[in-house]
């Protein structure tokens, strides 16, 4: 069966960085678009951003553009999500995704706080 398994999230001070791994198995992982999403507290789940099945092409939402960097690593089955100049409004659950599948990973908690 799919599983997407995120991991890297901790407490960071403002302006610090952090590198999310979500680990992928059960199926071809370089056929698909992966994307990363995050709810904070309150708030809806809203997309931060997607990479194409190559890791050639990725888009951003205009909150975290210039900040975040996805990549993958196909021959690992694993996509990242680099985080640098964080702000505690970046704190969230952070959350991968098998694009336009109801596949998602457990989520791994982020927060920017000092």
């Known amino acids: 069966q799919v599983q997407l398994v995120e991991s890297g999230g901790t407490l960071v001070q403002p302006g610090g960085s952090l590198r999310l791994s979500c680990a992928a198995s059960?199926?071809?992982?370089?056929?698909?678009?992966m994307s990363w999403y995050r709810q904070a507290p309150g708030k809806e789940r809203e997309l931060v951003g997607n990479?194409?099945?190559?890791?050639?092409?990725?888009n951003y939402a205009d909150s975290v553009k210039g900040r975040f960097t996805i990549s993958r690593d196909n021959a690992k089955s694993t996509l990242y999500l680099q985080m640098n100049n964080l702000k505690p409004e970046d704190t969230a659950v952070y959350y991968c995704?098998?694009?336009?599948?109801?596949?998602w990973g457990q989520g791994t908690q982020v927060t920017v706080s000092s």
């Open positions: 059960g199926f071809t992982f370089n056929n698909y678009v």
């Open positions: 995704r098998r694009a336009l599948t109801r596949d």
């Open positions: 990479i194409n099945s190559f890791g050639s092409k990725t």
